[in-house]
C-alpha cells in the first residue's frame, strides 16, 4: 500500500516504494523520485536499481541519496537541495519510514534559508516531528 505524505506542494513523502508503485506515483502527478535509503538496509526491499529504472522507464527523475545510520553529511544536503532546485514539478522522496526524506528535505531547505519554524510545522503537519533536527537546520543555515 503505498502510503504517500505530502509536506507541500513541492514535496512528498514516502515509506519505501517499489517498482510497481511507480505507474500511480506518476498519475499521482511527481515528476522527480529520490531515494534516501541505501540498498540492503534490509533484506526484502527492492532495490534501487529497480525502481530507478521503472521510475526512468516512466519518464521520472530519479536520483539516489541515501542516508546510513551514519546521519546526514552536508554533500547530502546539498544534493537534496539541488534535486529540489532542478524538479519541474513535486518531488517523492522515501526511505524505510519517510523520517529519512523529510529529514533531509528540512535540512536542504534551512541551508536554502528557509523558515526553521515553517519547516517545523510542515513537518509536523506530514507526521514527522523535527525538533530535534533544529540544531541541525539552525547550523546548516548559518553555513548555506
Same mark, same amino acid.
Given at each position: ?18 517498482? !510497481?508503485?511507480?505507474? +500511480? ?13 541505501? &540498498?540492503? !538496509? ?18 521520472? +527523475? ?19 537541495? !539541488? ?24 535540512? +536542504? ?7 526553521? &519554524?515553517?519547516?517545523? +510545522? ?23
Amino acid at each position: 500500500m503505498l502510503d504517500i505524505r505530502p509536506i507541500d506542494a513541492t514535496i512528498s513523502v514516502a515509506p519505501q516504494i517499489a517498482p !510497481e508503485d511507480i505507474a +500511480a506515483i506518476k498519475a499521482a502527478g511527481f515528476v522527480a523520485i529520490v531515494n534516501n535509503r541505501p &540498498d540492503g !538496509e534490509e533484506a526484502a526491499q527492492p532495490g534501487g536499481d529497480a525502481i530507478r529504472m521503472a521510475a526512468e522507464d516512466a519518464g521520472l +527523475a530519479y536520483t539516489a541519496i541515501p542516508i546510513t545510520h551514519a546521519g546526514f553529511s552536508q554533500p547530502q544536503v546539498s544534493a537534496m537541495a !539541488e534535486a529540489l532546485a532542478n524538479a519541474d514539478g513535486p518531488i517523492l522522496a522515501y526511505c524505510r519510514s519517510g523520517t529519512r526524506s523529510c529529514n533531509l528535505w528540512a535540512l +536542504a531547505q534551512a541551508q536554502n534559508g528557509a523558515d526553521r &519554524d515553517e519547516l517545523t +510545522a510542515k513537518g509536523a503537519g506530514a507526521g514527522y516531528d523535527l525538533t530535534n533536527l533544529r540544531p541541525l537546520m539552525d547550523a546548516v543555515a548559518s553555513r548555506g
